[in-house]
């Protein structure tokens, strides 16, 4: 093979390579759909920023399960059921999810569409302030998962992320105390890296200011990645 042919088959691999390694780079949106009828689909809870305290559990009635959604919603449709006694006037109650199977240590935008069912009706008036628009929902991303930590300057639990974007507020959007399913969504994307197992971690969760028992069923949560 003389000099010439050697010299532009190597090019032309160098190429390819480099047309090889953009594909690599484009990364397609990804639709991720929950609606929990079977089971949690690997969603777990946490709860945070209250204190360290004997029982303290019981006392704020902390509660996650697999759920049904409750009368009047169609009973027969599957939920994640949160629930709190806000005693410390700022609970924060959360929901998380380990996504996987995705580029190492890659940004992506994520945004995300909540749908819950509230029997909080709007303007309402409660202990230490309204049961709809005194607890916001947020939504959120990280590249570590989602923990609450013992805080030893006060011994309270809090959050070892940022607590995501507020996407609005838990009222029901009636004027009715009965249960009624709200949508909310993510107003811009939010950004986040993957770890480098190719991972990132989803929160979604309500922060309050009403100090009394707020109980939230998660209906669906759908997420889009790119």
Not at 116 to 122: G, L, Q, V, W
Not at 127 to 149: C, H, Q, R, Y
């Amino acid at each position: 093979m003389n000099k010439t042919l050697i010299i532009f088959s190597t090019l032309i691999l160098a190429l390819a390579g480099c047309g090889n390694n953009d594909q690599t780079n484009v990364v397609e949106p990804t639709e991720y759909i929950y609606n929990f009828q079977e089971d949690s689909e690997d969603w777990t809870a946490g709860f945070a920023d209250y204190p360290n305290e004997p029982n303290v559990e019981d006392f704020y009635e902390l509660e996650f399960s697999h759920s049904m959604l409750p009368s009047p919603l169609r009973i027969t449709d599957g939920a994640l059921k949160q629930a709190g006694n806000n005693h410390s006037d700022d609970l924060f109650m959360f929901v998380k999810k380990k996504i996987t199977e995705l580029v190492p240590f890659r940004t992506y935008n994520v945004s995300m569409e909540i749908e819950f069912a509230s029997n909080a009706p709007n303007g309402s008036v409660g202990v230490g302030g309204s049961p709809a628009e005194a607890v916001s929902i947020k939504a959120g991303a990280s590249t570590s998962e989602p923990l609450k930590v013992l805080d030893n300057s006060d011994n309270w639990y809090r959050m070892n992320i940022d607590k995501g974007e507020e996407i609005g507020d838990f009222a029901n959007g009636t004027e009715s105390s009965a249960y009624n399913l709200v949508t909310l969504k993510t107003m811009n994307s939010i950004s986040v890296e993957s770890n480098s197992n190719g991972e990132i971690w989803l929160v979604v969760g309500t922060d309050s200011g009403f100090e009394d028992k707020t109980t939230i069923y998660y209906n669906k949560i759908k997420v889009i990645l790119n």
